[in-house]
């Protein structure tokens, strides 16, 4: 018998310059929701599958190689891609942004983009083919 078995991420947390504005941007971009009254310090958002907190601090995106988000179905992908670009959200490979997550990865697709504060960030699919 496996001792325990880890499930859906709980929380996390980001050093970020303006926790507020933040988490405004994730509400905005990513549809998640104010989790708790932010306050200069800190501040949340989240859904039923996880929640994310911001902390006033230095942003240090390059210590996270980036977090990824999975979705339905690539027509799911594509809707995000479609509100991220509304959004003028930052993404990578403008003009190709929907790709394979890794060389001979087809049936994973996936898209990447940053955050204000320069996290990088991945939505993910899985493609029935």
């Not at 306050?39 to 911001?54: C, P, Y």
């Not at 959200?89 to 994973?108: F, K």
Request: hydrophobic fraction near 35%; glycine fraction near 10%.
């Amino acid at each position: 018998m496996e001792p325990f078995t880890v499930g859906p991420v709980g929380h996390f947390s980001l050093a970020v310059r303006d926790p507020r504005a933040h988490a405004a941007w994730f509400t905005r971009c990513l549809r998640l929701e104010p989790f708790m009254d932010p306050d200069d310090e800190s501040a949340s958002v989240g859904n039923d599958s996880v929640t994310i907190w911001f902390h006033r601090g230095e942003p240090s995106p390059e210590t996270v190689g980036h977090i990824s988000f999975q979705l339905g179905d690539r027509a799911e992908l594509e809707r995000a891609l479609a509100h991220l670009e509304r959004e003028g959200v930052a993404l990578e490979d403008p003009g190709h942004e929907i790709g394979p997550m890794a060389p001979g990865q087809d049936d994973y697709l996936g898209l990447w983009f940053h955050d204000p504060d320069g996290y990088r960030w991945e939505l993910s699919a899985h493609v029935v083919k």
